[in-house]
């Protein structure tokens, strides 16, 4: 018989696993509530017409989409079907698709739920998405995003509020990371400047290479892009920047002078870097103008988080984006939000072993089960004990000693109850350490009192 299989790019989780993710998702939903973000939960699937022509041409064809349950080929010629356009076939024939990403679901609640929400509205979501995507190491076909994200409020403190979401959660993950942050309105400043409007995502790429390839090789790039020599050598103090944040801002004024939008996405940046002083963040914050992120989506101010002690790709983004709302009929809606990719996250724990010994959620204690007059006299003493909330379970049936022993072994169980006649008779209960091999006999107040 064939073994059974799950689709590529998808993943089984054991129960360890599944401990350590529930940490990595606690501990994000915790600094959500400590900064006033509320839940909310969208359906694993959307109608296409809300989730098609979202995410562009590339996004469009990465869908999961749902064949109509019933005669899916109703309204379909025959002429149609030997056409074997997919396209067209799925356009008739799927009217459902799995959600892409948690963004555009959240567009849509908060224009179906308008009358119901309070501005500004600070949600959270931690749910999984769906993309047919090839995959590869680190990217997979079903993963989970955890977005807080708050629309109705132009205001910037969000953003700064949003960059010590992310300093929080991963100081206490115990990850070193890097907050790279940029703001849009520079980038077209600065393709404005130059006069090459329309080259923006060309200029940004080619930029972004420059401490792989050197100064050298992304002037030549620009030129490959077609971008006329007067136009790059204004572009080289804008390669050419580095320094402190503050240095980066003061150079960027000069070179965006004439740049009526290129000032905003400065005095932007500078508000936003300013709050930030005054606060002892441990992550390190740097202006890096190679951000780009996905250009057509945002507005304002865009973050990228990278971990310093590993190889990977960013772990968190987000930014700001002007009418996320614009496309279900309800405009002027600005919003900003973030991302933890927890896929990724999980990977860096485990690649820098950082999960906490108690992450593991285990049974504390196991109940040696010696026979049937014991598992009477221990059902009201382990109800007693789980009361306590002490994780307890008492072994299901009198098998031999090594059974229930290699039983906790295997679950990582640090404590053995052993309660045979002799410790009834005394009212003890002889508690094992399975570290140590030490034992103590104890009540079961002062067991209880021990965890």
């Not at 350590?20 to 909310?40: A, D, M, P």
């Not at 969000?158 to 980038?187: C, D, G, Q, T, Y």
């Amino acid at each position: 018989m064939q073994k059974p299989s799950i689709p590529k790019g998808t993943r089984d989780f054991s129960p360890e696993e599944m401990a350590k993710r529930n940490y990595i998702f606690e501990t994000i939903r915790e600094v959500f509530h400590l900064y006033g973000y509320q839940q909310i939960e969208t359906p694993a699937m959307e109608n296409l017409s809300t989730l098609m022509g979202k995410y562009g041409e590339e996004g469009d064809k990465l869908l999961f989409k749902i064949l109509n349950s019933g005669d899916c080929f109703a309204g379909i010629t025959d002429e149609e079907l030997l056409e074997r356009n997919p396209i067209r076939f799925a356009a008739k024939a799927c009217e459902k698709g799995l959600r892409y990403d948690l963004t555009v679901p959240f567009a849509r609640f908060v224009v179906q739920h308008r009358n119901e929400i309070s501005f500004p509205f600070k949600r959270y979501q931690i749910q999984p998405v769906w993309r047919a995507d090839r995959p590869q190491k680190g990217r997979y076909r079903e993963f989970y995003q955890c977005d807080a994200d708050v629309v109705g409020s132009d205001s910037l403190m969000n953003e700064v509020e949003l960059a010590l979401i992310i300093n929080e959660v991963f100081s206490r993950l115990k990850i070193r990371v890097s907050i790279k942050i940029n703001n849009r309105k520079i980038l077209s400043g600065i393709a404005e400047i130059i006069g090459e409007a329309d080259k923006i995502v060309d200029i940004t790429v080619a930029i972004d290479k420059f401490d792989k390839i050197g100064l050298e090789k992304v002037n030549e790039e620009l030129r490959l892009k077609g971008l006329p020599e007067e136009a790059i050598t204004r572009l080289q103090p804008i390669i050419l920047l580095s320094g402190t944040n503050g240095e980066k801002i003061e150079e960027l004024k000069k070179v965006l002078a004439a740049s009526e939008t290129g000032l905003k996405g400065v005095a932007e940046l500078e508000y936003i870097l300013n709050r930030l002083k005054g606060v002892n963040l441990q992550a390190g914050i740097e202006l890096d103008l190679t951000l780009a992120r996905g250009l057509n989506y945002y507005t304002g101010a865009i973050f990228e988080v990278k971990a310093l002690d590993v190889e990977m790709g960013s772990i968190t983004g987000g930014g700001r984006y002007d009418n996320l709302t614009g496309v279900f009929g309800l405009d002027g809606v600005s919003g900003v939000g973030i991302s933890f990719g927890a896929d990724r996250i999980f990977d860096v724990l485990n690649q820098l072993e950082l999960y906490p010994a108690d992450s593991l959620q285990t049974t504390q204690v196991l109940f040696v089960n010696f026979g049937e007059k014991e598992e009477e006299y221990l059902f009201p003493l382990l109800a007693e004990v789980r009361a306590a909330g002490i994780r307890a379970e008492l072994y299901p049936e009198a098998a031999k000693m090594k059974k229930q022993m290699g039983y906790a072994d295997t679950k990582k169980i640090l404590y053995v109850a052993l309660v045979g006649e002799n410790e009834i008779a005394a009212g003890k209960i002889n508690l094992k350490n399975m570290l140590t091999g030490e034992q103590e006999l104890l009540t079961t107040d002062e067991l209880i009192s021990k965890f």
